[in-house]
């Protein structure tokens, strides 16, 4: 089968391409074998950490003035500020995402830090704005990955741990107790639980479990029922509100007509020259070829499979595209475990030019009619500065526009 357009990779960054792909009209395939970091590690979404009171905006430019080859700086600002855009546009209310006057914001966090994001899903927002010691801390009995009392004490607040009803089962794991918050008689209850043990608290924190869709009315279910302004705190993974993220674009793209493989690998790809023909996916018991015009590699890194290792090097599975790294393993890690800067290897990745299309280290154009979107790419490190999702974005967006010649 032939497509316009086929994107590898169905995190953030494979999403946002099909997305923007899709409104232009183009035939589209997406196909992967998971759902990247996006059901694992994210919650909101984080732009860029550095900058302080300043807009996004400003501490992006700023940014890419000081780091030319940073993916923002191919992607430029009128692609981030787009991509958000078009994200935002896909989650209407009551379950929205929004910033704070463009600003990054600080939000509490399941180990009782605070942490820096910049757009927040609507059951974040309370805590972006509570007073943290006017606020109770909920924890689930039974559940492990979130501990109240240790979240509350860091916080300077009070924490306490309710007890699911008998008759629910026992239920302690994440997906588990976000199904039973999709239940409007179970929340009932729950908040119920929770308004017997306020203490004239105006907030209540709970971990990021309210319902797999959507919190919003798992959010006003206990909000009415206590009388306070409520949010969810993100915790370990899996992550819930992450699986909302993925469930609502997988929705969308499939209403839209956009064609999804989930869950197997892409093995090879078929090259002429300079031009990639198509890929070749695994599909038990046989293996598939299907073909395109244009092809966006985002398959991330290390995590899902992106980038792979041996024994000497770092290498990229399915093009065989060279991997900007350091010379040899031993130079993979810091010596000393307590060394100031991040691992050399957070810094391995795709080369590309200025349209996100692969080139060797001499600047030589690799395949023309493939682009290379999201953390694969070098030149960053996402967990260091706080930018995962705001990169992912960016490059998926350009690089759907640029095979669609825009």
């Avoid at 950490?49 to 996004?56: H, V």
């Avoid at 795709?350 to 953390?375: C, K, M």
């Amino acid at each position: 089968m032939h497509f316009d357009l086929i994107i590898i990779g169905l995190g953030l960054t494979g999403l946002m391409a099909a997305r923007t792909a899709v409104e232009e009209g183009r035939k589209v395939l997406l196909v992967g074998r998971g759902t990247g970091s996006l059901c694992i590690f994210t919650n909101s979404i984080d732009v860029l950490a550095a900058g302080g009171d300043m807009t996004i905006k400003e501490s992006v430019t700023r940014w890419v003035r000081e780091q030319p080859h940073h993916p923002y700086a191919k992607a430029g600002w009128d692609n981030l500020e787009a991509s958000l855009a078009s994200f935002t546009a896909l989650f209407p209310p009551p379950y929205s995402f929004a910033s704070r006057e463009g600003k990054n914001s600080l939000i509490p966090t399941g180990a009782g830090t605070m942490r820096t994001t910049y757009l927040l899903p609507e059951s974040f927002l309370a805590g972006a704005l509570a007073d943290m010691e006017k606020t109770l801390i909920v924890g689930i009995e039974g559940f492990k990955d979130f501990h109240a009392e240790y979240v509350a004490h860091h916080l300077k607040c009070r924490g306490i741990t309710v007890a699911i009803p008998r008759e629910k089962g026992n239920v302690t794991n994440a997906a588990g107790l976000a199904s039973l918050m999709d239940d409007p008689s179970f929340c009932g209850d729950f908040a119920g639980l929770i308004k017997k043990r306020i203490a004239g608290e105006a907030s209540i924190g709970l971990p990021a479990l309210l319902g797999f869709r959507s919190s919003s009315r798992a959010l006003e279910i206990i909000r009415t029922e206590t009388g306070c302004q409520v949010f969810e705190i993100p915790i370990l993974p899996p992550s819930i509100p992450g699986m909302r993220i993925f469930h609502r674009f997988k929705e969308y793209l499939t209403m839209r007509g956009v064609s999804i493989i989930q869950g197997h690998a892409v093995e090879s790809s078929l090259r002429q020259g300079k031009r990639c023909l198509g890929i070749n996916v695994a599909q038990s018991p046989l293996t598939r070829t299907y073909t395109a015009d244009n092809f966006i590699l985002a398959t991330g890194r290390f995590f899902s499979g992106g980038l792979q290792t041996d024994e000497n090097r770092i290498y990229e599975p399915i093009f065989d595209l060279p991997i900007l790294q350091p010379p040899a393993r031993r130079d993979w890690f810091q010596r000393r475990f307590f060394a100031a800067g991040p691992h050399p290897i957070h810094g391995a990745g795709v080369l590309t030019d200025h349209e996100l299309r692969p080139v060797d280290q001499g600047g030589n154009l690799l395949i023309e009619n493939l682009r290379v979107a999201g953390s694969i790419l070098t030149h960053h490190d996402s967990t260091e500065e706080l930018s995962r999702e705001g990169v992912a974005l960016a490059t998926g967006y350009a690089a759907a526009k640029w095979t669609g010649g825009c």
